[in-house]
């Protein structure tokens, strides 16, 4: 079955997560649909120093909007910062220091920032990692699992209410066309048994963000929450990650302006709140989660216990 179900996966991003496929996709693409001024609207984008992050961020801050950097590497940031300030104009760009994958302060920093800043318009889940062998961090917790699935959670759950009481206010997460060959598996989250596989337990994270979108809008009808993949991006963090995969097909692989695109449609377009809550973008377009024939559901019972089991684990590290 796996075996299928990867060779559906990469036939699939051949035709359409590579550069050919975006040029293709953005032919029925409605130009005014990102002609938006976004003055005196607030966006938080994790990872927004390199890579989709910083292309999404470049693309809101041209359009005037307010931008939260919230960024690992203090240096990076800055960096980062200087070039969007001085691509943009918009002097509006702040920049936070914040590790995703320490648990506690992800809780520390939410509530700081619902403090000092009374409006939150857009979060935009962006930072991800993929590890090459099993790590834990200084609370025992597996380091990639902490990062893109507990870490996102805590951050959006804690912003809610900030977001809830903005204007049109949306969560964008960034999943991962990976995600397609994985169910959702709730029994080893920490990657504990088995063969630790970076870009398998990567994936499997990346299914667990689309269930966590899924069950999030249903629970928090006044958000508009959608998660999205951006096709297959030259970034950074791809070549480091996957440096075969990178160096093979490299000539075919997206510009991060062409992967951050949907993100930044979903961020703006007036067109993307007229689609329902909790849904899966590929190129501006609501796709299906799953491969036809790859028996990848999962029941309302698994993806409640997963919902159940981050809440639990979200709890034992929130600060009092």
């Known amino acids: 079955m796996s075996l299928y179900r990867n060779s559906a996966w990469f036939l699939k991003g051949l035709t359409q997560f590579t550069r050919n496929g975006f040029l293709s996709a953005s032919k029925r693409f409605v130009e005014k649909d990102l002609e938006v001024c976004v003055a005196g609207r607030t966006f938080m984008i994790t990872g927004?120093?390199?890579?989709?992050?910083?292309?999404?961020?470049?693309?809101?801050?041209?359009?005037?909007?307010?931008?939260?950097?919230?960024?690992?590497?203090?240096?990076?940031?800055?960096?980062?910062?200087?070039?969007?300030?001085?691509?943009?104009?918009?002097?509006?760009?702040?920049?936070?220091?914040?590790?995703?994958?320490?648990?506690?302060?992800?809780?520390?920093?939410?509530?700081?920032?619902?403090?000092?800043?009374?409006?939150?318009?857009?979060?935009?889940?962006?930072?991800?990692?993929?590890?090459?062998?099993?790590?834990?961090?200084?609370?025992?917790?597996?380091?990639?699992?902490?990062?893109?699935?507990?870490?996102?959670?805590?951050?959006?759950?804690?912003?809610?209410?900030?977001?809830?009481?903005?204007?049109?206010?949306?969560?964008?997460?960034?999943?991962?066309?990976?995600?397609?060959?994985?169910?959702?598996?709730?029994?080893?989250?920490?990657?504990?048994?088995?063969?630790?596989?970076?870009?398998?337990?990567?994936?499997?994270?990346?299914r667990q963000q689309v269930v966590m979108t899924e069950q999030l809008a249903k629970a928090h009808t006044n958000i508009h929450f959608s998660v999205m993949q951006p096709g297959w991006v030259d970034t950074p963090a791809v070549a480091n990650a996957m440096p075969d995969f990178h160096r093979s097909m490299k000539d075919s692989l997206r510009t991060p302006e062409q992967g951050a695109d949907t993100v930044v449609w979903l961020a703006i377009s007036e067109a993307a709140t007229t689609n329902p809550s909790g849904r899966f973008y590929q190129d501006r377009k609501m796709v299906s989660t799953h491969l036809p024939l790859a028996w990848t559901h999962s029941s309302a019972l698994e993806e409640q216990k997963l919902m159940s089991l981050l809440e639990d684990l979200a709890k034992t590290f929130q600060p009092h």
């Open 48 to 206: 927004a120093n390199s890579g989709i992050g910083k292309a999404t961020a470049i693309a809101i801050a041209k359009r005037g909007g307010i931008v939260h950097m919230v960024c690992r590497n203090k240096d990076k940031a800055e960096e980062a910062r200087a070039d969007i300030v001085k691509e943009t104009g918009n002097k509006e760009i702040y920049v936070h220091i914040l590790d995703l994958s320490e648990t506690k302060k992800v809780w520390e920093f939410a509530e700081s920032f619902k403090r000092k800043y009374k409006s939150l318009n857009v979060l935009i889940n962006n930072a991800g990692s993929i590890m090459s062998q099993r790590d834990v961090n200084t609370e025992g917790l597996e380091k990639s699992f902490a990062t893109n699935v507990l870490g996102v959670y805590i951050l959006t759950k804690s912003l809610i209410p900030l977001l809830e009481k903005s204007p049109d206010p949306r969560v964008i997460t960034v999943s991962s066309g990976g995600m397609l060959v994985q169910k959702l598996r709730t029994g080893n989250l920490q990657s504990e048994r088995g063969r630790y596989d970076g870009t398998m337990v990567f994936a499997q994270h990346k």
